[in-house]
């Protein structure tokens, strides 16, 4: 009897398994078969010439997503990894209660920023960035808000990251008159590198695949940006315009093919870094 | 009368409220292997990182009393400063994820030495002394952690021993080891003396006895504060101690 229902859960859990599995390929090799049908070299390297047609490539979009993710980590990665470093080496030190409670106050804020929907964000940066700075539907707009959504991802793992490295690494450097200081950027920071890195790439995929926070801030030129304070429009962006917006739903499905290997490539290296962290530390 | 590195004058430590080292007096003689023994949670580990006051580290601890390193106040002194003076090894050996010739020029480094061919004089004499220097001298750029335990354990003492400490402190450095790579530290240690104070805290009476030149004895009083019992030349204190606690102890009637 017990056997039975032990069979039975299993194959509960099996086929459970087994549907998630099905529905997440069959999403990821529709759009990648029916999207490549459409891809030509020539789809890479000519921009979208705009229109109700959709016609043309997608060089533009690729160019803006680039910058985007530059420009973006630039601005978010000393903002995240500084943060997640005073949360774990700094505050978790402090002795008085005002500090703890700042410092708990800042976590809870931290861990709910991390779930708060990206279009929340996209409007906070509307107001703030486009409209109040008047930075306009720019780069410059995007890049900021995109950091806003991402900041708390980086310190999240940062926090995990430097959590993970052993305390006697730091005894043992404190313990040779090394200052705080030299221990974190000497013996803490090397060995949580693998997962703060893991954390950065986290952050350049959220801004590869976001596009309602992008749609309110960066606008959507179709063209190559010039400055910091010109509109464009990145890849998950003009999928989003050519599927709304234009007959051409082919060169949509086309560009999340892309979009979709070019996240799996991402999440790849995530692995390899990972494995890289096991590795090291057996 | 023997020279004193390190005296401890009615010295008490607490976290928070509790009281876990009770007015503690003793004197460490200079270019010996004095040796805390006692059950667990006496405060002799406790004791032994007030000397390097690596119990700083913990929030809401608090001493009273003196300590004294040669003639000089502890807490009066740049604690980067007393940590290069009095070096310290742990109960797990805790190299760096780095290569060898890193872990033993961490110190100097962060102290300041840039000149590499003596950085590298520093290693090799360093590792020479924590006698490792033969097993390691052609692969000084691997991984530490490709060590065994034991030679871990001597890397990280040869890492101690690179900012040329005074005093080296010893928290049951040989306790996560097996008994072929425990012989080799206790040997260590015997030659290391003629040039540092050694201070050993251990679990282990044989330990204590085949190594040690001075024992002190530790036991927690009814309010679980650490106390000293008795201290004194290690063969007294396992020949004839003068209190009955220490007796009961070394004779394995408890702890």
Known sequence: ?282 | MEQVRLTTRDYSLFYGEFRALNRISLSIPANRITAFIGPSGCGKSTLLRSFNRMNELIPGVRTEGTVLLDEGDIFREDVVNLRKRVGMVFQRPNPFPKTIYDNVTYGPRVHGMKNRSKLAAIAEESLTRAALWDEVKDQLHKSAMALSGGQQQRLCIARAIAVSPEVILMDEPASALDPVATIKIEELMNSLKEKYTIVIVTHNMQQAARVSDFTAFLLTDENRAGNMVEFGPTNRIFTSPSDRRTEDYITGRFG
């Open chain 1, 1 to 282: 009897m017990r056997k039975l229902v032990q069979n039975a859960a299993f194959t509960v859990f099996w086929m459970a398994g087994l549907g998630a599995v099905l529905i997440m390929l069959s999403v990821v090799g529709y759009v990648v078969f029916k999207g490549f049908a459409d891809i030509t070299p020539e789809f890479f390297t000519t921009s979208p010439r705009g229109g109700l047609s959709g016609e043309g490539g997608i060089q533009s979009t690729i160019i803006t997503t680039v910058y985007l993710v530059v420009l973006t980590l630039l601005v978010a990665t000393p903002l995240g990894v500084g943060a997640g470093i005073y949360l774990v080496e700094y505050a978790d030190q402090a002795r008085s209660g005002f500090m703890k409670r700042i410092t708990s106050a800042a976590r809870f804020g931290v861990e709910t920023l991390a779930g708060v929907p990206s279009i929340i964000f996209g409007l906070f940066g509307y107001a703030l960035f486009v409209t109040a700075l008047k930075l306009g539907f720019s780069l410059a707009s995007a890049a900021l808000a995109g950091s806003c959504l991402i900041i708390p991802v980086i310190i999240r793992t940062t926090e995990e990251a430097l959590k993970a490295v052993p305390d006697s690494y730091r005894e043992g450097s404190l313990a040779l008159g090394a200052s705080r200081w030299e221990t974190i950027w000497k013996v803490i920071l090397p060995s949580a590198f693998p997962g703060i890195t893991t954390g950065i790439v986290l952050g350049a995929g959220r801004i590869v695949s976001e596009t309602a926070i992008f749609f309110v801030t960066l606008g959507g030129s179709y063209r190559t940006p010039t400055s910091l304070l010109a509109s464009g429009r990145s890849m998950a962006l003009h999928v989003y315009y050519l599927a709304m917006e234009t007959r051409a739903f082919d060169k949509a499905m086309a560009t999340a093919a892309v979009l979709v290997v070019l996240v799996i490539l991402m999440n790849l290296s995530i692995n390899m870094i990972s494995r890289r962290i096991t590795r090291d530390t057996r």
